[in-house]
């Protein structure tokens, strides 16, 4: 059975720092890069892959992100975590963990088809200005 559950959202000035947390089964930690996606308030699109992190621990970041964020894991408790300093208003979303898929050359990477099927409930990040 896959499982994800987020935590360690809330509300922050800009400027100020979270640390998500994602506890995944382990039918989908032990086989794939783990990624945090993300989806802003009225924002129908897909949700947007930020950050994400392959099996031997090479960890990417869209560009909107690098620098502010870093993504980690602890393979023993099969954990994903997400630090976020320096946040933004435009950071404000609900945050989500799932399988990522590297693709190509260059570090990127995209959700498994399948995955798409199994989200969890997310952890909401309100950045306040």
């Known amino acids: 059975q896959v499982q994800l559950v987020e935590s360690g959202g809330g509300l922050v000035q800009a400027g100020g720092s979270l640390r998500l947390s994602c506890i995944a089964s382990r039918s989908i930690f032990s086989i794939n890069a783990m990624g945090w996606y993300r989806q802003a308030p009225g924002d129908e699109r897909e949700r947007e892959l930020i950050a994400w992190i392959t099996k031997d621990g090479t960890s990417n970041y869209a560009d909107s992100v690098k620098g502010r964020f870093t993504i980690s894991k602890d393979a023993d408790r099969y954990m994903v975590y997400l630090q976020m300093n320096d946040l933004r208003p435009e950071d404000t979303a609900v945050y989500y963990c799932?399988?990522?898929?590297?693709?190509?050359?260059?570090?990127?990477?995209?959700?498994?088809?399948?995955?798409?099927?199994?989200w969890g409930r997310g952890t909401q990040v309100t950045v306040s200005s």
């Open positions: 799932n399988a990522a898929r590297p693709v190509g050359t260059n570090g990127g990477a995209v959700l498994p088809p399948w995955a798409a099927n199994f």
